[in-house]
């Protein structure tokens, strides 16, 4: 099968930016979200 590759990289900009909105409508939370993901990292990283 092969992907429209158009689509997808078109998809991906429209989910970027209405992240990018909801983080400038709400910037604490993208500050927790991204301190949570740096912690789970930091977690998954640290077991090895």
Do not use: H
């Not at 989910?15 to 400038?24: G, I, R, S």
């Not at 979200?33 to 090895?48: F, K, N």
């Amino acid at each position: 099968a092969r992907f429209n590759t158009d689509k997808i990289s078109q998809q991906a900009r429209d989910a970027a930016a209405t992240a990018n909105d909801y983080v400038k409508d709400n910037p604490w939370y993208g500050v927790g979200a991204g301190a949570a993901i740096g912690i789970v990292i930091g977690v998954l990283l640290g077991r090895r």
